[in-house]
């Protein structure tokens, strides 16, 4: 089981990235996904989190950030649009076979099994 994200960069606020996570290994479809970020001396935060039952947004991210699935490429998109400095962080994305959980268990405090390495999102004042 593997994830890959990319997509990171250097924006300015107001700006718009997509990043994107491409799993080898298993079917995206089966499992949960899930966006989380961290910045720097702050905790984890569960940013986006998708499973069969439902979808999750963070209120800080919530109406700017769209998670989504491609199952044919077997990967998953996290479009996020009106970015502020505040969205500064790594993001990394996960993956759980337990998608029959809702999407707020995973991204609030139930963690995945499976990680990806972080990819960096600098957003400009």
């Known amino acids: 089981v593997q994830l890959q994200a990319s997509g990171g960069g250097l924006v300015q606020a107001g700006g718009s990235l997509r990043l994107s996570c491409a799993a080898s290994?298993?079917?995206?479809?089966?499992?949960?996904i899930g966006w989380f970020r961290q910045a720097p001396g702050k905790e984890r935060e569960g940013v986006s989190c998708?499973?069969?039952?439902?979808?999750y947004y963070a209120d800080s991210v919530n109406g700017r950030f769209t998670i989504s699935r491609d199952n044919a490429k077997n990967t998953v998109y996290l479009q996020m649009n009106s970015l502020k400095p505040d969205d500064t962080a790594v993001y990394f994305c996960a993956a759980d076979p337990s998608h029959y959980y809702s999407g707020s268990y995973f991204c609030i405090g139930g963690g995945m099994d499976y990680w990806g390495e972080g990819t960096l999102v600098t957003v400009s004042s």
């Open positions: 290994g298993f079917s995206l479809d089966s499992y949960a």
């Open positions: 998708i499973s069969s039952t439902s979808t």
